[in-house]
T-cell receptor
Framework: AQRVTQPEKLLSVFKGAPVELKCNYS??????LFWYVQYSRQRLQLLLR??SRESIKGFTADLNKGETSFHLKKPFAQEEDSAMYYC???????????FGAGTRLFVKA | NAGVTQTPKFRVLKTGQSMTLLCAQD?????MYWYRQDPGMGLRLIHY???????AKGEVPDGYNVSRLKKQNFLLGLESAAPSQTSVYFC??????????????FGEGSRLTVL
């Protein structure tokens, strides 16, 4: 069955420190993986997707098929990165996107 | 360009009452979704639609019904609300087909409280 696991509900780091939000997935085919972010009082929005291999707002995420992971990383956290982050998996053969439970990132000054 | 619009944004119901949440998108997307967001559980898919006149069950469909009579609208209904349905509901849409980016576009959410 498809599953997305985000083991940390809350992650608190100091400004300027590196941050890594963990995401593991379970899927037998070729997944499309995404990170979505929800800032305070804003709607959920796409942060990045693995097929684009892009860096957005300093964040990167690499798909590791061997470890079935798609961790989100940023070398130097900023206070404005404080938000709720969701890892998501889209079934490329179907129509659904499944989300993890989310990780709340809090960046302290 | 409004994107995805949900109404109402807030609603308080008594147990047993019924209501409908409306989602409208102006991006000509084929696929539409209803999720609920609960603390510690993330977003869970309730129902979805892959085109006008079609609907399908997601992870947590019990107690909800949906309809997609027009391509731009996706309605979520609660026939007999229960306190367990207290949640924030999100509508989302995306383009169809394989080989295209699967980015979801979300509405602002509808906060429902069932007393």
């Amino acid at each position: 069955a498809q599953r997305v696991t985000q083991p940390e509900k809350l992650l608190s780091v100091f400004k300027g420190a590196p941050v890594e939000l963990k995401c593991n997935y379970s899927y037998s085919g070729s997944p499309e993986l995404f990170w979505y972010v929800q800032y305070s009082r804003q709607r959920l929005q796409l942060l990045l997707r693995h097929i684009s291999r892009e860096s957005i707002k300093g964040f990167t995420a690499d798909l590791n098929k061997g470890e079935t992971s798609f961790h989100l990383k940023k070398p130097f956290a900023q206070e404005e990165d404080s938000a709720m982050y969701y890892c998501a998996l889209k079934d490329t053969g179907g129509f659904k996107t499944i989300f993890g439970a989310g990780t709340r990132l809090f960046v302290k000054a | 360009n409004a994107g995805v619009t949900q109404t109402p944004k807030f609603r308080v119901l008594k147990t047993g009452q019924s209501m409908t949440l409306l989602c409208a998108q102006d991006m000509n997307h084929e696929y539409m979704y209803w999720y609920r967001q609960d603390p510690g559980m993330g977003l869970r898919l309730i129902h979805y639609s892959v085109g006008e006149g079609t609907t399908a069950k997601g992870e947590v469909p019990d107690g909800y019904n949906v309809s997609r009579l027009k391509k731009q609208n996706f309605l979520l209904g609660l026939e007999s609300a229960a306190p367990s349905q207290t949640s924030v509901y999100f509508c989302a849409s995306t383009v169809s087909g394989t080989g295209v980016p699967g980015e979801l576009f979300f509405g602002e959410g509808s906060r429902l409280t069932v007393l």
